[in-house]
Every structure is written in structure tokens, then in C-alpha cells.
């Protein structure tokens, strides 16, 4: 399974472009790259998925490089509400297998 | 949209006591994965099933154990409960669909033990 790596914290004012990167290293041909958004006490949400290039969505962008070694969450313009904890998994297609969080990346969004 | 269904929403025991939590998944998702959170700690995977079966083991104790029932619902259960239980436990649905799992999670069950 590909472990994840992504920094501990950022700190953002409103109104800017975050972009948090996940390092994938070992990312097998099969697997996706998910990142969810977590605020406390509850649940994780899913907020994008891709397996290459670049993908959009009404929320944010997943930009993967060719090699996918690594991928980057930007999310334009944060508001307070954004203030959360993001986590990069990477997944194989179907398998029900082991989906492992890693330590995620706490975003603080102040005025 | 129908969400995953986690019951109960709080849940108060002792030591050594037991407790089961239950997980209702999105319909037509085949696939249920339980996390465990700590406080302040990022999400421990402790099970997964697919289509009824055990699919995947993570870091949970001997004393719990977990199943997925015919209508695809599931439960954790957990026996002798220590102390160190106490936290947010999460169950996520999703359904393979040719691509990377996508998770939905439930609002968790907050166990706290006594």
C-alpha cells in the first residue's frame, strides 16, 4: 500500500489560493488519489479524486504530475469554513482493502 | 441523498463492560470500512467488508470483532472495554465502480468509556 506524506499544518488568510501537496512515492499503476476534508468530530468528506493530469470541481483542483509520485490539492480563494484537516489517500480500484489515513494536514484559515 | 446511518450517536459505557455499534450504509453500496479516532489523532483503520466477506484487517483488538449482514448493514462489537476505547468511531460505505474507492462516512459513533 502507498504510504502518504503531507505536512503537519498550514496557515492561510482569506481570500488566498492553498495548496497542499501529498507525496506518494510508492504509488502502484492501479491506484487513485483521494483527498478528504475533516472538521471536528465529524466524519470525513470526500472533496476530489483523480488519477492523473489535472482534475477540477466545483470546490477544488487535483493536480498530478506524470510521474504521480506526488499530488497537489489547491483550493482557491479560502474562507474561514476551510479551516480543517485534508488528508491525501491513495486507493486500488475496488479491493475494499486497507484505506490507511495518514497524518493529515491541518489548515488554519484566519482574516 | 440518502447518507451512512451510524447508531447510536453517543455512547456511554464501563470498563469492562461490552458495546455494539452499528453502521447502515449508502443503499447499493456493497463495501463498509470502520475507522477508529482518538482525540486529536487522525483515523486508525480497523476493518473492511465487501459483499459480506471480511476483506481487510487493520489495527483492531482481539476483542473486537465486526460483521456485515445480508441487507449490507454492519457492527462492531466490542467487548471488555478499556479505557483507551474511548473514542470517535467512523464507518464509510462506497462502491466499486471501476475507479479509486470513494468513501462516505457516517456522523461516527462518540464512545466513551468509564
Known amino acids: 500500500l502507498a504510504k502518504t506524506t503531507q505536512p503537519i499544518s498550514m496557515d492561510s488568510y482569506e481570500g488566498q489560493e492553498v495548496n497542499i501537496t501529498c507525496s506518494h512515492n510508492?504509488?502502484?499503476?492501479?491506484?487513485?488519489i483521494t483527498w478528504y476534508q475533516q472538521f471536528p468530530s465529524q466524519g470525513p468528506r470526500f472533496i476530489i479524486q483523480?488519477?492523473?493530469t489535472k482534475v477540477t470541481n466545483e470546490v477544488a483542483s487535483l493536480f498530478i504530475p506524470a510521474d504521480r509520485k506526488s499530488s497537489t490539492l489547491s483550493l482557491p480563494r479560502v474562507s474561514l469554513s476551510d479551516t480543517a484537516v485534508y488528508y491525501c489517500?491513495?486507493?486500488?480500484?475496488?479491493?475494499?482493502?486497507?484505506?490507511?489515513f495518514g497524518t493529515g494536514t491541518r489548515l488554519q484559515v484566519t482574516l | 441523498a440518502a447518507g451512512v446511518i451510524q447508531s447510536p450517536r453517543h455512547l456511554i459505557k464501563e470498563k469492562r463492560e461490552t458495546a455494539t455499534l452499528k453502521c447502515y450504509p449508502i443503499?447499493?453500496?456493497?463495501?463498509v470500512y470502520w475507522y477508529q479516532q482518538g482525540p486529536g489523532q487522525d483515523p486508525q483503520f480497523l476493518i473492511s467488508f465487501y459483499e459480506k466477506m471480511q476483506s481487510d484487517k487493520g489495527s483492531i483488538p482481539d476483542r473486537f470483532s465486526a460483521q456485515q449482514f445480508s441487507d449490507y448493514h454492519s457492527e462492531l462489537n466490542m467487548s471488555s472495554l478499556e479505557l483507551g476505547d474511548s473514542a470517535l468511531y467512523f464507518c464509510a460505505s462506497a462502491t466499486a465502480q471501476g475507479r479509486g474507492e470513494k468513501l462516505f462516512f457516517g456522523s461516527g459513533t462518540q464512545l466513551s468509556v468509564l
Open positions: 443503499p447499493r453500496h456493497d463495501t
Open positions: 483523480g488519477y492523473k
Open positions: 510508492n504509488i502502484a499503476t492501479n491506484d487513485y
Open positions: 489517500l491513495v486507493s486500488l480500484t475496488g479491493t475494499a482493502s486497507k484505506l490507511t
